[in-house]
């Protein structure tokens, strides 16, 4: 249960984060790669403090299925977004 909820909250995130890019892309002013690695940061040391706090408070909970959770509810949406951007450039 815990590992569903830190993949979809990152998952959100970098969603959230896509779809900024993606809209700063049609206006033309896509931010330069110094100005997406402290979002870029961000996310990914929430994900990490999300796993350490999961540790922390619940030290018996089973890695392997926090891990496969986290993985499934991330690795979906993304896999999926990804199906739609290669369809797209066909």
Do not use: H, T
Not at 9 to 31: M, T, V, Y
Not at 64 to 79: D, E, K
Request: proline share 4%.
């Amino acid at each position: 249960m815990l590992g569903l909820a830190i993949g979809g909250a990152f998952a959100w995130l970098q969603f959230q984060a896509l779809r900024r890019n993606e809209l700063l892309e049609k206006q033309e002013q896509l931010p330069g790669l110094l100005k997406q690695l402290p979002g870029s940061g961000a996310r990914v040391a929430f994900l990490l403090m999300a796993l350490v706090a999961v540790q922390a408070f619940f030290p018996r909970a089973d890695k392997w299925c926090l891990s496969a959770a986290l993985v499934a509810a991330y690795g979906i949406p993304f896999v999926w977004r990804l199906k739609d951007r290669i369809s797209q450039v066909r």
